[in-house]
Nanobody
Framework: QVQFVESGGGLVQPGGSLRLSCLVS????????MRWYRQASGKKRELVAQ????????YYADAVKSRFTISRDNAKNTLYLQMNSLKPEDTAVYLC???????WGQGTQVTVSS
């Protein structure tokens, strides 16, 4: 059974940091480019970041570039998203998926508010 389980979200003040994790089971993460998406209430799901199989190539949406860092630990079948200098507009449910969007987790809520 394939499971993508996100964690690490929460309530944080503007300027704060959070580190999200996505633990994957039943799926060979090491063989796939992986992605983080987010979906704010009432808005379309948007791609936040992407990382290649070895971690040697990454992509970031303009809105998060220089603030977020995507990484992976293939030995642990885990994807990460380090989020710094958070802004209220980063508030959303964050979800991880494989590049083909075959499998999705339930997401983890990130709320940035004072």
């Amino acid at each position: 059974q394939v499971q993508f389980v996100e964690s690490g979200g929460g309530l944080v003040q503007p300027g704060g940091s959070l580190r999200l994790s996505c633990l994957v089971s039943g799926f060979p993460v090491s063989m796939y480019t992986m992605r983080w998406y987010r979906q704010a209430s009432g808005k379309k799901r948007e791609l936040v970041a992407q990382i290649s199989t070895t971690g040697g190539s990454t992509y970031y949406a303009d809105a998060v570039k220089s603030r977020f860092t995507i990484s992976r630990d293939n030995a642990k079948n885990t994807l990460y998203l380090q989020m710094n200098s958070l802004k209220p507009e980063d508030t959303a449910v964050y979800l991880c998926t494989d590049v083909g969007a075959t499998y999705w987790g339930q997401g983890t809520q990130v709320t940035v508010s004072s």
